[in-house]
């Protein structure tokens, strides 16, 4: 079974949220958050920028990997045979690691991107990559397949940031930061999209990072105000989950029920933690593929 651990809570904060590391394990650019097939958490910037940082389930951090030099990453997915992915947004890639050796390796590169962010990835390995221009407030949205290939999907975007597949696969949403805004296309079984339409939009703050549960509801992390925002799949406003710090930048679900949601956050260079009742999209997609 996945996830057969349970975090160590090393602190205890407001109501709902504590922390997985101690303030100031990771730097201000603490991003990615993503859990193995293991049980065990990543995410990119551990002490120094250009790194990845482990935790471990018994709540130990280690550096994991080294990044190429003038590489720094940003989101992390792990694909159904366990191998990470890492959007690398200053070398215009998405990087792979070799989980054993812990090689990295250019997998995908594109120069026409501005700045690969975040990922989302679906059942057939296919990954989405958002692409922010932040100093024009625009962006871009790309398509990475199996073999590596790079396919634009959608330009002419605001700052395009936090993506995610739905839990039926059905739908691909993309937040854009700047305009507070989220969309939502059709998805298709070759991973193309379609039907662009406004999904929810706020008046005030920030949207980074976003990943689902296997309800369909959306988790948003709202840059500014501290929060987590679980959207049903209609666009209603279900929960709003307070965090300690107020830079909270993206959300990975793990734990030993695939309920536990991991937040980076970047104005205390830490993970912090909270319960929710479902499982999240990941604890289905992580099954490594027997040969």
């Not at 991991?262 to 929710?276: L, P, Q, S, Y």
Request: negative net charge.
């Amino acid at each position: 079974m996945l996830f057969m651990a349970s975090f160590l809570v090393i602190s205890c904060g407001q109501e709902g949220a504590t922390d997985v590391t101690e303030p100031g394990t990771f730097t201000s650019g603490v991003e990615g958050p993503a859990v193995d097939h293991n049980g065990n958490l990543y995410a990119v910037n551990y002490e120094k920028q250009g790194t990845i940082g482990r935790t471990f389930p018994d709540g130990h951090s280690e550096l994991f990997v080294e990044l190429p030099e003038g590489s720094i990453g940003n989101g992390i997915r792990f694909d159904s045979r366990g191998n990470m992915y890492v959007a690398d947004y200053t070398g215009h890639n998405v990087l792979k690691v070799d989980m054993d050796t812990r090689e990295v390796s250019v997998y995908a590169n594109e120069p026409e991107m501005n700045q690969p962010n975040d990922l989302a990835i679906d059942g057939g390995d296919r990954l989405y990559a958002s692409d922010p221009n932040w100093n024009d407030s625009t962006g871009m949205l790309w398509r990475i397949d199996p073999d590596g290939s790079v396919h634009l999907l959608e330009k002419n975007m605001g700052t395009t940031n936090g993506i995610e597949v739905s839990a039926d696969e059905k739908h691909l949403y993309v937040n854009e930061s700047i305009q507070r805004k989220i969309w939502v296309y059709d998805l298709d079984d070759t991973g193309n999209i379609s039907n662009k339409r406004l999904f929810f939009q706020f008046e005030e703050y920030g949207l980074d990072g976003m990943r689902c549960d296997i309800n369909g509801n959306l988790y948003i992390t709202r840059f500014g105000k501290g929060t987590i925002v679980i959207l049903s799949p209609v666009g209603e406003i279900l929960k709003e989950i307070k965090l300690r710090g107020k830079s909270v930048t993206n959300i990975a679900f793990g734990g030993p029920d695939g309920k536990t949601c991991f937040v980076t956050v970047a104005d205390r260079g830490c993970i912090e933690t909270f319960r929710t009742n479902v499982q999240g999209r990941a604890y289905d997609l992580l099954v490594v593929k027997k040969e």
